[in-house]
């Protein structure tokens, strides 16, 4: 264990982190109304124009930008299937140099637009924000970003040895030094990633092989990684997620409060003695590890050796943003994550990538957002609402968001309020949507609303609305079980949480994953009306249950002190929708809910008007 030189001190690092969470985390809205409805009108009113940028433009061509030419090749086009795609010629003039002259020149005049003309563009590097910019591309604009990870290890502010040159990121809701988003800033205000139309595509060619293979994979890409069989190639022991990394140690007491209800064993083996799995050093369970452990930012660094990909656009810290127009596909990871920020816009942008936790967009931690008009086909959630996960929640809550005008077709869950969400969740309105599940034939969308957390992630869920939302095509009509511990008083295969429900409340997500369980989730508030959903053309099922609620299971919880109170999911209206017809035997699965009130609700033909409890 090393803490490395870093630029930038510890201390004044710890500070602005803080000063942010003050700022940005914990801002309280201003509204006096108690209609939720006219509290989204305020919130999207507010947003309707976040930024504002002088009339100036900067051509990328002026400071040397020069296009590309493009061959075919054969790469990943979804997590397990291959197909021919575009992929700049070898020996592509590398535009990152070009791209950060453009934006520093914008910047240090005092703002406009960054333009990228129309054509074909490689850049072996990130586009790194700064205040005041809107970086705009062109119609037919396409940046092509080469798929090594080496290059994005190259320019970060933070020189970490062997690990590369990396940045303040957060990686599924824990925070560390990673190697650089493709498109990132950080402590930003007033910034733009615009196009003229979705023509203009952001390609990320995470499906993309890139270097020499590792182990017995033959194919080695960002996707790789998550390192799953069947996954873009992977083959065990390739590194990945799921195999251990033996540059991470056994981890340090060091940092761990003597009040905390936690221990290294705790952390490392789930019990309160010592084992000897070596699970907790795969890189996707270190970094949550070293946050239960209380370890501080500096020792949290990844990049070269490890195998964390980063979001494709992540903004962290930054206020005022607009995100617009573009068309995103082949990103590494998260398609949008921004973390920390306040006043956040993206509108009419097409999240199209179908890779391994390929979300199409992830706020955390952020105060007032607006989703509006965005189309979605993802390899993960549509839309995931996030606040940290573990013991970094600083930043506070993630509130005040509207969703609106949206169409999702592949993917997870349509709108989903989780897993990572340790810092809680409140006032989230989601209205005006089509869940038009286009691919429900070969790739369907597999829930409706979803709000999954545990007793790791813990943290809150309130005042969730949605209203006016179609579903024409149905959501997948199969089962997905999640598998409770041994000895839930949750039966195995009885709760299809993973798939098949129009409304999913899952506070049991994925158990065994986190071997620390001392955060009971509270979830309450949560109103959905007008919903209606339809079979596809020459089908009569919509959905496997058209309700499916797995309250806190207090079973589940191993902290070294008294369990803490363990509440049910409560205060739940659902009102004028029509679900259609399952294709389960019951319309519902319940457990742990106190107070489901059902009024004027269809499902399978037949009309509810009741409160369940269970």
Known sequence: MSEFNLSMSRRSLLAGTAAGAVVLGFEKPGFAASDPWVQATAIANRLASPTAFPNRDFVVTTYGATPCNVTTTTAYVTSTTTGTVSTPVSGSFDNYAAFAAAINACHAAGGGRVVVPAGNWY??????????????????????????????AKYGPYDCGTNGKLVISRWQGNDCYNYSPLIYAYGQSNIGLTADDNTAI???????????????????????????AGTAGWVSPSPGESTANSLNAALSATYIPATAPVTVNLIEFGTATAGSSTNYKRDSSYVPAQSEAYYPLSLRVYGVGHQLPPPMIQFHSCTNVLMQNYQVTATPFWQHNPVNCRNVV???????????????????????VLIDGVTFNTGDDCIAIKAGKDNDTGYGPCQNIVIQNCTMNSGHGGVTLGSEMSGGVQNVYAQNLTFLNQYWASNPLQMGFRIKTNMNRGGFVRNFYVRNVSIPNGIQTTASFYTPLTGSPVPTKTASTSAG?????????????????????????????????????GKTTTCYQAIVIVGPVAYDYNGLTAAPTVSPVSNLTIS???????????????????????????????????????
């Open 576 to 614: 004028n929708c029509n679900f259609g017809t399952p294709s389960a035997s019951t319309p519902y699965y319940l457990y742990n809910v106190s107070g489901l009130s059902l009024s004027n609700v269809t499902i399978g033909g037949a009309v509810y008007n009741t409160t369940l409890s269970a």
């Open 123 to 152: 850049i072996a590097g990130p586009i790194t924000l700064l205040s005041n910019v809107n970086f705009h591309l062109t119609s037919g604009a396409q940046i092509f970003f080469d798929p090594n990870p080496a290059n994005y």
């Open 202 to 228: 952001l390609n990320g060619q995470a499906g993309t092989s890139y270097g020499t293979p590792e182990g017995k994979n033959t194919f080695q890409c960002w996707w790789t990684w998550k390192g799953s």
């Open 501 to 537: 429900g129009i409304l999913t409340i899952d506070c049991d997500y994925s158990p065994s994953s986190d071997n620390v369980r001392i955060r009971p989730p509270v979830v309450t508030n949560v109103n959905i009306s007008n919903v209606t959903v339809t079979a596809p053309t």
């Open 346 to 368: 993206v509108r009419g942008v097409y999240a199209n990538s179908n890779g391994p936790n390929n979300d199409g967009f992830d706020p955390d931690a952020c105060n007032y």
